[in-house]
């Protein structure tokens, strides 16, 4: 995958979705009572957030994908593309099960002997993980059905993107999640305003069209490389 071929998916994936969005959308104008229209646009707040937390995922894990493309060592990258990729050493790691064979039958067990042999374990092997080429899986990315801004912050960290882009915007985005929360577990009555949809509408927006800008800049500025 080229860095274009990233950017063309990620606009390709807005692009349908704004789309199906705007069909909705317009499906008001058949609609002549406003307490009618309210209702209504209760449909068209779960069908934001569904796309906002659909964007999101897809987009870091094309961005993924394109890294994962690369084929360079791990020693390559930065740390936290580094340790994304680890999950399943560091696992490894802390597994309580895993003992050291020497003094495994010997009573009574030793629980701080044997995390001591893990950490000889990891150390012994840091060169090869280094060595090896990275591979970030997506699992990694994890939306946990709600994606809340900390939700958001915590996977931009994991893969090594700025964490504070849109600090501005937070309000918002838990606003959305919160009010789909209650629309789609059936406690709230109400309708949605005209001009709440389109300020959320408008901020999300803003949001997925940041989010491409920000990986791409992001690509084109070979940040997921470790800082020399």
Same mark, same amino acid.
């Given at each position: 995958? $080229?860095?274009?071929?990233l950017? $063309?998916?990620?606009?390709?994936?807005?692009?349908?979705?704004?789309?199906?969005?705007?069909?909705?959308?317009n499906?008001?104008?058949?609609?002549?009572?406003?307490?009618?229209?309210?209702?209504?646009?209760?449909?068209?707040?779960?069908?934001?957030?569904?796309?906002?937390?659909?964007?999101?995922k897809?987009?870091?894990?094309?961005?993924?994908?394109y890294?994962?493309?690369?084929?360079?060592?791990?020693?390559?990258?930065?740390?936290?593309l580094?340790?994304?990729?680890?999950?399943?050493?560091?696992?490894?790691?802390?597994?309580?099960?895993?003992?050291?064979h020497?003094?495994?039958?010997?009573?009574p067990?030793?629980?701080r002997l044997?995390?001591?042999?893990?950490?000889?374990?990891?150390?012994?092997?840091?060169?090869?993980?280094?060595?090896?080429?990275?591979?970030?899986?997506?699992? $990694?990315?994890?939306?946990?059905?709600?994606l809340?801004?900390?939700?958001?912050?915590?996977?931009?960290?994991?893969?090594?993107?700025?964490?504070?882009?849109?600090?501005?915007?937070?309000?918002?985005?838990?606003?959305?999640?919160?009010?789909?929360?209650s629309?789609?577990?059936?406690?709230?009555?109400?309708?949605?305003?005209?001009t709440?949809?389109?300020?959320?509408?408008?901020?999300?927006?803003?949001?997925?069209?940041?989010?491409?800008?920000?990986?791409?800049?992001?690509?084109?500025?070979e940040?997921?490389l470790?800082?020399?």
């Amino acid at each position: 995958m $080229t860095k274009e071929e990233l950017r $063309t998916a990620m606009e390709t994936e807005l692009a349908w979705r704004q789309e199906e969005l705007a069909f909705f959308k317009n499906q008001l104008c058949n609609i002549q009572d406003e307490n009618q229209r309210n209702k209504y646009r209760k449909s068209l707040v779960l069908m934001l957030y569904s796309h906002f937390e659909g964007f999101v995922k897809i987009c870091l894990l094309s961005y993924i994908q394109y890294v994962n493309s690369l084929k360079l060592k791990r020693e390559e990258f930065n740390e936290r593309l580094i340790a994304s990729s680890m999950n399943s050493e560091f696992n490894a790691y802390d597994n309580n099960d895993e003992k050291c064979h020497i003094f495994k039958k010997e009573l009574p067990e030793d629980r701080r002997l044997h995390k001591f042999h893990r950490r000889v374990n990891f150390l012994e092997k840091i060169e090869e993980f280094k060595q090896s080429d990275l591979f970030i899986p997506d699992e $990694t990315i994890d939306t946990e059905s709600n994606l809340w801004y900390i939700v958001l912050q915590k996977n931009l960290y994991k893969v090594g993107l700025p964490i504070d882009i849109f600090d501005d915007l937070a309000g918002d985005i838990d606003a959305l999640v919160n009010r789909r929360n209650s629309i789609a577990h059936g406690t709230e009555r109400a309708g949605v305003q005209e001009t709440e949809y389109s300020k959320w509408e408008e901020k999300i927006y803003n949001v997925m069209e940041q989010i491409i800008k920000y990986i791409y800049r992001d690509v084109c500025n070979e940040k997921y490389l470790k800082a020399n």
